[in-house]
């Protein structure tokens, strides 16, 4: 179903993502709690697009195929040192966690404006004194990246459960 192109256009979209997400990393990297190891943001039962799925599958096959997920209650994808097995191929949500974050909702006919950031940044960040521009959008680059699972799957936008990969 994902074609060599596909999964070829979801690099080309994160190498554009991190144009985007590294200037906020070293704007804020004095008060960045996240590094390799830190997993607090690393829930278990994480769904990304069956995109992502893929380019984990075809990055990291003997993993899947011969390695363990880890323990239930964090992100399967851990070491037993809180790092991520699969950095390199890791999914969209993973590349601008810790950041402040800008979501844009609509609910009841209301436009609402949501910030949030790792608890961890929290306290050295206040998010209340940022300028716009101090923020990652998220709304943009979810459409962007839900189209890329439009065009993949016809339209089904198959999600699929980090944890599941390894069974």
Known sequence: M???KHIQDLQSFYETLSAHTTPLE???A???QCKKGCASCCEDDLEVFGIEAENIRR???DLLANGRAHTEGKCAFLDSDGACRVYAARPYVC?????PL???LEEDDR???LIDICELNEPTLSLDDLPDSDFFFTNPWEEKLALLQMQADQ???DRVKLRDLFK
Do not use: N, V
């Open 2 to 4: 994902y074609s060599e």
């Open 95 to 99: 590349r601008t966690q810790g950041l």
């Open 30 to 32: 004095a008060c960045l």
């Open 155 to 157: 339209g089904k936008m």
């Open 26 to 28: 070293q704007k804020h």
């Open 59 to 61: 990055h990291f096959p």
């Open 111 to 113: 436009e609402l404006e």
């Open 102 to 104: 800008m979501i844009h």
